[in-house]
């Protein structure tokens, strides 16, 4: 060999040795998959992480407020050509397998589920404080079956997705493997997170041993395990931790944030960066104060459910020349204050949902409302509806008129003690009791639909039964999984 050849070679050599160095040091300033989360630190960021999805905008079914749409509380809103392609056909049950929100909600979900799964599978192996391990798994498992439990209502059986390195091609689960696994996760949850009280202040919003205990009883009140659902519900009222708040308007208003009626809450600041809630900005007063699109617009059928004199009734719907903070609500130019049907009648009135409001004038300060995912007073009435269907209606007596005591604020002459006791009357007086208290807060879709009452509610606004149960799968989910996923029947 030639000495210009052999200098050649090692040249080369010494080239590629040096190649392959650069090439293997690890990215110090960037996380990865293999190197994240590895501390206590990345533990509780990983965990937070899983909270966030709270934030997006697209986690409240879409962005736009379809279940309460969906049915007999509201309707669209804003004004008559604003989203009546995309939102307005959730009105009348014409959405289709395309309709605008349904591919957002499900990936924020899945997004969600991805960010705890993380959580679940990697905390485990990180040298750290051991309580606080248990803990934040336990949050993460929380979170997991709170975006589960969304989605097979929603969607029904759904793939579950337990890894954070699953198969690109994972095949949708029945309804039942669907809530078994919410189950699991938030027995665990019950199980190992801690007391409302034993959180600091830095831990507002954090989710808590009564807010699992609570999500239980609504899941298993929606299978009709009424059994399970009375014991869950009635160990959150024992637990002593919670309370219904004097005023209600305070379940739902600033005055009540992580109050003593909050059973699990999304915590916002007034702004309209990721830190603010855009779902009370949608449904915001449109036009004079502008503090939102307006969307959810209060029916006729709920003004009618209320009960006369029930203060609930301001304390749910704005409506036109109110004066709320020293505000007065002009609403909409582009608006019709009315909308009357062909025969004259009318059918919708301008106005908005009471809950979400904030007080301040501008679209900012809108954005700062915490929206309440389980409040006391839902946890009151799941319980009384329980102790009815185990044939318990005194012991259902006394967490129901407990609610209505609150609403009626210390007027004796309204909303008078329920002494009904036959089961199938209490039964329909304590679904519409929930509808009144809990209006407008995205529970009535779901509640007539596990009661069998949808297609009698609905049916006249278009719901048909063995179909509108369920929401379709979203069709570009479909498409991406190259015929893995299969559609909801009649879609």
């Not at 999500?215 to 399970?228: I, K, T």
């Not at 007080?359 to 009815?388: K, W």
Request: glycine letters at 8%; proline letters at 4%.
């Amino acid at each position: 060999m030639k000495i210009s050849q052999a200098l050649y070679i090692i040249i080369f050599g010494l080239i590629i040795a040096g190649c392959s160095d650069f090439l293997s040091v690890n990215p110090q300033s960037e996380l990865t998959q293999e190197a994240f989360p590895s501390t206590q630190q990345d533990a509780l960021q990983s965990t937070n992480a899983v909270y966030s999805t709270l934030r997006s905008w697209h986690y409240h079914s879409g962005g736009f407020p379809i279940l309460d749409i969906m049915s007999d509380d509201a309707h669209k809103g804003s004004n008559p050509d604003d989203a009546a392609n995309t939102v307005g056909p959730y009105d009348d049950f014409t959405h289709s397998t395309t309709q605008d929100g349904l591919d957002r909600w499900w990936n924020t979900l899945y997004q969600g589920i991805r960010r705890a799964n993380i959580v679940i599978e990697k905390v485990p192996s990180i040298e750290m404080d051991e309580t606080l391990k248990t803990r934040f798994i336990a949050e993460a498992r929380f979170l997991r079956g709170l975006y589960y439990f969304d989605l097979v209502r929603a969607f029904g059986g759904v793939p579950l997705v337990t890894s954070a390195e699953p198969d690109l091609k994972v095949p949708r689960a029945s309804a039942e493997d669907t809530f078994d696994l919410i189950e699991q996760d938030l027995l665990f949850a019950a199980d190992n997170l801690p007391l409302k009280s034993e959180y600091g202040a830095d831990d507002l919003g954090r989710a808590t041993q009564g807010a699992a205990q609570a999500l239980l009883a609504r899941m298993y009140l929606f299978q009709g395990d009424f059994v399970n659902a009375e014991d869950y519900a009635l160990d959150v009222i024992a637990s002593d931790e919670y309370d219904l708040e004097n005023e209600f308007i305070d379940a739902n208003g600033p005055e009540g944030e992580h109050g003593v009626e909050s059973v699990f809450e999304i915590g916002a600041v007034a702004n309209a960066g990721q830190s603010g809630n855009q779902y009370a900005n949608t449904q915001g007063v449109r036009g004079t104060p502008n503090r939102g699109w307006g969307f959810n617009r209060p029916s006729i059928d709920l003004r009618e459910a209320f009960e006369q004199d029930d203060p609930r009734e301001s304390g749910t719907i704005i409506e036109l020349g109110d004066v709320i903070d020293g505000i007065e609500i002009v609403g909409d130019s582009n608006t019709p204050d009315e909308i009357t049907d062909g025969s004259g009648n009318v059918i919708e009135i301008e106005s908005y949902n009471r809950k979400v409001w904030i007080p301040g004038i501008s679209t900012n300060t809108q954005f700062g409302h915490n929206r309440r995912l389980i409040r006391f007073a839902d946890v009151l009435l799941m319980a009384a509806e329980a102790l009815n269907e185990n044939d318990s209606p005194g012991q259902a007596l006394i967490h129901l008129n407990r609610v209505r005591e609150r609403a009626r604020q210390g007027n004796a002459g309204i909303l008078p003690d329920i002494t009904e006791t036959n089961k199938d009357a209490l039964r329909d007086i304590i679904i519409h009791e929930r509808r009144v208290e809990l209006a407008l807060e995205g529970h009535r879709f779901w509640d007539l639909v596990r009661t069998s009452k949808a297609e009698e509610v609905m049916g006249e606004e278009g719901f048909i039964p063995g179909k509108h149960e369920v929401l379709p799968i979203p069709q570009s989910e479909i498409d991406l999984s190259q015929g893995v996923l299969t559609q909801n029947d009649n879609w």
